[in-house]
């Protein structure tokens, strides 16, 4: 049983380039999540999808980010014009359908750095 | 606002000391109470949680934690800590209206000297 896939893990880009995260939840799980870590902090909610639906970006920065997760395919986190604030840690997590009581389960991370 | 608070940013220890890691939350409804461990390079692991009944939970590794409702607090333990439980810990409430995501503490930073 394959666990939640994140890639690339560790991407380095310049400032003004785009940011591509990609996330392939578990087997059977429907519910996707993104966490940002920045340096010496803990994990901070960005935004939860379903397939072809956005459920919460209460956590989403209000420009140059968006997050999507298609009907196939990983979900995918877009940083436009990245700047260097912008490097951190960023977490998938996955669950199988999003309710209380359910334990979400993490991949490994993405580390951006921005030069 | 909702928040989990962990004091202790970093812990070094000597083997086969115990451990005690405070969590303590702010949030008004019922909570869902998680820690995680993050072993260097690795992703983030469950170690254990609690959603209801007995207070004393006891997970993987040896973990255990105890929810206090009235301190508002999840504490994490071990007896006896060994080299191999170096690493992050972050203790995470699930917000049980609205939308359910996590809001974790900072974390702390486990070192364990052999």
């Known amino acids: 049983n394959a666990g939640v896939m994140q890639n690339p893990r560790h991407l380095v880009r310049r400032r003004g380039q785009e940011a591509r995260l990609r996330c392939s939840p578990m087997?059977?799980?429907?519910?996707v999540y993104w966490y940002r870590q920045l340096p010496e902090e803990g994990l901070k909610f960005m935004v939860y999808?379903?397939?072809?639906?956005?459920?919460?970006e209460s956590g989403m920065p209000k420009e140059r980010f968006s997050a999507e997760f298609p009907k196939e395919g990983p979900s995918i986190l877009r940083i436009q014009q990245v700047v260097r604030g912008d490097s951190a840690a960023y977490f998938c997590?996955?669950?199988?359908?999003?309710?209380?009581?359910?334990?979400?389960?993490f991949g490994p991370g993405t580390r951006l750095l921005v030069l | 606002a909702q928040s989990v608070s962990q004091h202790n940013h970093h812990v070094i220890l000597s083997e086969a000391a115990s451990l005690e890691l405070g969590c303590n939350y702010s949030?008004?409804?019922?909570?869902?109470l998680f820690w995680y461990v993050q072993y260097p390079g690795q992703h983030l692991q469950l170690l254990l949680k609690?959603?209801?009944?007995?207070?004393l939970v006891k997970g993987i590794k040896g973990f255990e934690a105890e929810f206090i409702k009235s301190k508002f607090s999840f504490n994490l333990r071990k007896p006896s800590v060994q080299w191999s439980d170096t690493a992050e810990y972050f203790c995470?409430?699930?917000?049980?209206?609205?939308?359910?995501?996590?809001?974790f503490g900072t974390g702390t930073r486990l070192k364990v000297l052999a």
């Open positions: 995470a409430v699930l917000t049980t209206s609205g939308t359910y995501k996590y809001i």
């Open positions: 997590a996955s669950s199988p359908q999003g309710g209380t009581q359910e334990t979400q389960y």
């Open positions: 087997k059977g799980h429907s519910h």
């Open positions: 609690y959603f209801s009944g007995d207070p």
């Open positions: 949030y008004g409804g019922t909570v869902n």
């Open positions: 999808l379903q397939k072809e639906n956005i459920i919460d």
